[in-house]
């Protein structure tokens, strides 16, 4: 077959482009025709798929703490450099023409592994913009582990901590523990001014189980006497609520609009 340059294979008719491929076509053995029919099949897939722009990355799901309610406290695994940059890279590619991607960094405590995180930010960082997209970081925490150089990281990459804190002291301390049994909240507001100085808004994630609903629109208040501007409000689903509960849960969310407007 004649060689074409780009601009004459362009031009060719659907019909045209069809005979030149069957003509090809016809040199392939019966595994590169295996072959080449996957290949087609990965494609079809990644051109039908929306682009990919979140990624939560689980850095680790080891844990300075031993919270009672968490769902990844029994395992003690963390992600290896490989599959992390394995990882980010997947994210670039199937964003496909998207100008941006979003990588939160998470875990039990992804602070555990501060080097990881700081190798994974330079390298997508670099990467996404040798292909013109931006990188925006998030990073959910527990609070305990954050320095000045947590601080320096997030600042040189323009991201903001969000915290792990379940409201009142005595609320707190009643499911997120340290291993020998001590509460976290006095450490974790220790680290709040430093938090406040460096990068001034403040969110917290409140976790709520039954025993903690009654409490949840006074340990708000708290928390937003502490600083705290932002809060995200989950529920363990897999706890026990029953009827009393879940009618706890409107009366809260109801303080909660009060307080809030």
């Not at 670099?126 to 013109?132: D, I, P, V």
């Not at 379940?166 to 938090?195: A, C, T, Y």
């Amino acid at each position: 077959m004649a060689s074409t340059t780009v601009a004459e294979r362009v031009a060719l008719s659907f019909e045209e482009k069809v005979a030149r491929l069957d003509e090809v076509l016809q040199t392939f053995s019966d595994e590169e025709m295996r072959r080449l029919a996957l290949l087609f099949e990965q494609q079809l897939e990644f051109h039908k798929r929306p682009p990919l722009v979140e990624m939560e990355l689980i850095v680790t799901y080891r844990c300075n703490l031993a919270c009672n309610y968490c769902f990844m406290r029994k395992q003690n695994l963390c992600m290896d450099k490989e599959t992390a940059l394995q990882a980010v890279d997947f994210l670039l590619a199937y964003s496909k023409d998207h100008p941006f991607v979003n990588v939160t960094f998470f875990g039990s405590e992804p602070l555990m592994y501060l080097d990881l995180m700081e190798e994974v930010a330079a390298y997508v960082t670099e990467k996404a913009k040798e292909l013109g997209k931006q990188v925006n970081f998030t990073c959910t925490t527990n609070g305990t582990l954050l320095t000045e150089k947590a601080l320096d990281f997030s600042n040189h990459f323009g991201f903001l901590y969000l915290l792990s804190l379940d409201g009142s002291k005595q609320v707190h301390n009643l499911h997120r523990r340290f291993p020998n049994g001590q509460g976290s909240f006095e450490v974790i507001v220790s680290k709040l001014p430093m938090l406040k100085r460096r990068q001034g808004w403040l969110g917290a994630r409140v976790t709520v189980t039954p025993e903690t609903i009654g409490q949840l629109a006074e340990g708000v208040k708290e928390l937003f006497e502490l600083g705290i501007n932002q809060f995200i409000i989950g529920l363990v689903h897999e706890a026990d609520w029953d009827r009393e509960a879940l009618s706890e849960i409107e009366r809260q969310y109801d303080l909660l609009l009060e307080f809030y407007l």
